[in-house]
């Protein structure tokens, strides 16, 4: 089977989520047998020298659907012969559009993958962005407040319509859990369901039959930006606590628009044991860390949770998002925290950074806990559903 995988940006697996479970797939489907394909429109600025796991090709146009993209898309679809294409960006209308157009000329299956929760952008109005950090935070959530409603109409009708088009032109639709499917039926209805599924992220376990040695590191791993991953949570609630734990520290790898605040902010307020890594090695940091620290606003099923608990890491994350359900079983392999209770959040890390012992038994649950996310299961099912729509195409 010739399988292209497209997105908007980039196929490095260094510098986001989708990215990374695209190499991953790609790596197991030509393990399989299978030839794929990556196509991206956008080189990222935070980018560093790689390797992709597939042959790429960056369209010419940053313009998603432009003519030109259109026509550098189907040419790439018909010298590879490509006979299934995987829509990584489901949820940005312009590609969707354009993934779209080449597979009604050319008859080829689509299938979008929307790797947000669907009501993101719903639930984020409640998030008014009240932060000690962000100089401008108070006097924006105000506002916010005021204009929730109009803010809540507006929002609603647009994602409406994106979700619908997107349901509309794909032969099928897959999200990150079953816990999305009933977020998706809010904004189309019942009668689009029928072509949508569920299949979660891959993650290899890294800890098989491996001893392990934790150091007392508190580790948050993503994009530091202010409107959806929000550090700044994080710093907030290292601030009370680093006085009470001089041999922990806590490091924040990756890199992003909002890095600078928190910089200054550290400075400013003295606070200590805290270093930004910037975009990295991962897997070290991963493989040393006894914590990992999510603090979102917005997530999908965040690869930063899978690949954190496949080292070892016991996960710490707001229940902003129904995937993570799926990962983290509260108590056993990490915590769940009401979003968005700093308070009750520092008191969960507190219980853990104190207690060694709690420590070494969540470490065990959450290498277990990851076995379901193996890489060629989830494969297997991405193989299924290509077959299924390959051969309905055929039959239409």
Known sequence: ????????????????????????????????????????????????????????????????????????????????????????????????????????????????????????????????????????????????????????????????ILYGEVCSTSDKVVLLSKGYLKELEYLTGKGYLKNVIAIANPVNSKFLNKPIIKEKIVLFVGRLDFDHKRPDRLICIWERMYKNYPDWKLKFAGDGPFKKQLMDYIVKKGIRNVE??????????????????????????????????????????????????????????????QSYHLKKYEIKLRLLMDNEELRATMCQESIESSHKFEPHSMASDWISLFTEAINTKKHE
Not at 55 to 62: I, M, V, W, Y
Not at 90 to 100: H, K, Q, S, V, W
Not at 135 to 142: A, M, N, P, T, V
């Open 276 to 337: 930004f890594l910037g975009f990295c090695d991962t897997s070290k940091q991963y493989q040393n860390a006894s914590i990992l620290c999510l603090t979102s606003t917005i997530e999908g099923l965040p690869m930063v949770l899978l690949e954190g608990i496949s080292y070892g890491c016991i996960p710490l994350s707001f229940d902003s998002f129904n995937s993570v359900f799926d990962v983290i079983e509260n108590n056993k392999n990490g915590f769940i925290i």
């Open 1 to 160: 089977m010739n399988i292209l995988i497209g997105n908007t940006q980039e196929f490095n697996p260094q510098i986001g989520g989708v990215e990374m479970v695209s190499s991953i797939l790609a790596k197991v489907f030509t393990e399989m047998g299978h030839k794929v394909f990556f196509v991206a429109c956008l080189k990222s600025p935070y980018s560093k020298m790689y390797v992709p796991a597939v042959e790429q090709t960056l369209l010419p146009d940053k313009t998603y659907d432009s003519v030109i993209n259109k026509q550098k898309l189907l040419s790439v679809c018909a010298d590879k012969k490509i006979e299934i294409i995987l829509n990584q960006a489901g949820n940005i209308a312009e590609f969707t559009r354009l993934c779209a157009f080449v597979s009604k000329e050319q008859q080829i299956p689509l299938i979008s993958a929307i790797h947000i929760n669907p009501l993101n952008k719903i639930s984020a109005i409640k998030d008014y962005k009240f932060s000690a950090i962000n100089k401008f935070s108070y006097l924006k959530g105000f506002g916010r407040m005021l204009l929730m409603p109009l803010r809540y109409r507006r929002i609603y009708m647009e994602e409406q």
